[in-house]
């Protein structure tokens, strides 16, 4: 389990939430108090404890299950959410928590429909369409998520980390402007949160803003260079005719492995690398499934053969990229770009693009 999953996942149970240095546990008769940096055996046992103090069991139960979560018990979790139902099938929590679990184990289609129920049984928005649009972005319903994080919107027009979500799953769909403006809201309310610089910076290459998308992307990476923003960075600031984009990337790059994901990607302009071990390293140490590493490995390729004026070449691989079948990297958004400036026609991954403005 994720830790920033995991923080997430206590604030259904928590009075105040998680970003309080401690949250009063709900199990009603016990009145604990439980850290909310808890190990998961810690919230197990507060849950045991609670239960056995005479709180209520139900709450309890679900209290466990995110113990059982932060241990990634995905089955005892499963288990203890499914005693809740037992008790209670309108207890709203316990299919969330239960969906939490099946998201986890692998069973996302079982995930989905937990978070239905829980959504029908009026679980607020800020937990159960923020839990059901995440994974329908991992599930690539982008179209969906982006209206479970509007939905989030109506009912919190605050929520800092809805904006961010909303932006990012407008930006898969190419609605730039409203992808900007929610990113761009999301850092208003948190600047701190370098996702949304780093997911601003991308749309705002994408929209040839390209002084703009340099000054998000040094912003994202403000605490540690990373490759594939570092390639993107040198991409913007060479679009933007910076004459210090050929030293910052060095510079960057000199922190970086080249022989490692994704540290061989400003090795590659570097020359460095060639593009054939580029792809090689990037297929053997990619962090993501096959066809996602071949996919930004294919874009950078491309990239690479563009910058020494072989276009044929450059759209062959940015066709491939494509091709890949990936939708939600910004390496495939930015191979749309590159194939309609040359002349080819892309369609829109957006689902709804007949029916929108030009402004969407």
């Not at 194939?339 to 709804?352: H, I, K, N, T, W």
Request: aromatic content about 10%; overall charge negative.
């Amino acid at each position: 389990m994720h830790l920033a999953r995991l923080s997430f996942v206590c604030v259904a149970v928590a009075l105040g939430g998680c970003t309080v240095t401690r949250y009063v546990n709900p199990c009603y008769g016990a009145g604990l108090l439980i850290p909310t940096d808890a190990t998961g055996d810690e919230i197990v046992a507060a849950a045991d404890k609670c239960i056995a103090d005479g709180g209520e069991r139900k709450q309890g139960l679900i209290v466990r299950a995110a113990g059982r979560l932060r241990n990634e018990e995905y089955d005892r979790s499963l288990a203890d959410a499914d005693a809740a139902i037992a008790l209670d099938p309108t207890y709203a929590d316990a299919w969330y928590y239960r969906g939490y679990a099946n998201e986890e184990a692998g069973n996302r289609e079982a995930a989905g429909r937990d978070f239905d129920k829980a959504i029908d049984l009026g679980l607020a928005p800020g937990y159960a369409y923020r839990a059901r649009g995440r994974l329908k972005f991992i599930e690539n319903d982008f179209l969906g998520a982006y209206r479970d994080f509007d939905t989030i919107l109506k009912a919190n027009p605050d929520d800092q980390e809805a904006y961010r979500l909303r932006g990012s799953a407008a930006a898969v769909l190419e609605r730039f402007a409203q992808a900007e403006a929610d990113l761009t809201r999301a850092i208003e309310l948190d600047g701190e949160d370098l996702r949304a610089y780093s997911a601003r910076g991308y749309v705002r290459y994408l929209t040839n803003r390209y002084p703009e998308a340099a000054a998000d992307l040094k912003m994202a990476m403000r605490d540690k260079t990373e490759g594939l923003k570092t390639a993107f960075l040198y991409l913007a600031m060479r679009a933007a005719n910076d004459p210090e984009a050929w030293a910052e990337m060095q510079r960057r790059a000199a922190t970086l492995d080249p022989n490692s994901y994704p540290g061989v990607f400003p090795y590659l302009f570097l020359g460095q690398v060639s593009i054939d071990d580029m792809i090689g390293i990037a297929e053997r140490t990619g962090k993501h499934s096959l066809p996602e590493n071949q996919s930004e490995a294919f874009f950078y390729a491309g990239q690479q053969e563009l910058m020494h004026g072989n276009i044929a070449a450059a759209r062959t691989w940015f066709e491939k990229t494509l091709a890949t079948g990936v939708i939600r990297f910004d390496e495939i958004r930015a191979s749309r770009k590159e194939l309609r400036a040359m002349g080819v026609p892309v369609p829109s991954p957006d689902p709804e693009a007949g029916k929108l403005s030009r402004a969407d």
